[in-house]
């Protein structure tokens, strides 16, 4: 089997922009996002944006607009939510495509 293609995407350096980057090249699909943890750790992790059947008291959560550098995704294999750091992310792959995001000098 072929290697998957890859784009190669610069960071953005305003979070806000990034997350917005992403959700519009995921959409509503399944991706596979890898990123590091917090503790440094690899993680990939198979899920989808946009979930909102299991969150409990949904509007007081919407409600809560601060800007924020945690992209909230529902991962499908534990069926939770998780938060992932946009700062922090390796690559995105979505329909076959990898979009590979190198990292900032600051996180190594």
Known sequence: ?????????PRHPNFSVEKRII?????DKFFTVTFY???GKLRKLNGRLGVTKHIKHFK???ANKR???YLI???????????VDV?????????GIE??????????
């Open 67 to 69: 800007p924020s550098k």
């Open 99 to 108: 979009h590979v995001i190198p990292p900032t000098p600051e996180i190594f």
């Open 60 to 62: 007081d959560r919407v």
């Open 87 to 95: 700062t922090n992310i390796c690559s995105i792959k979505v329909d």
């Open 1 to 9: 089997m072929p290697p998957s293609p890859q784009i190669v995407h």
């Open 23 to 27: 959700a519009s090249l995921v959409q």
């Open 37 to 39: 943890k917090a503790d």
């Open 73 to 83: 995704v529902y991962d499908v294999h534990a069926e939770g939510y998780r938060n």
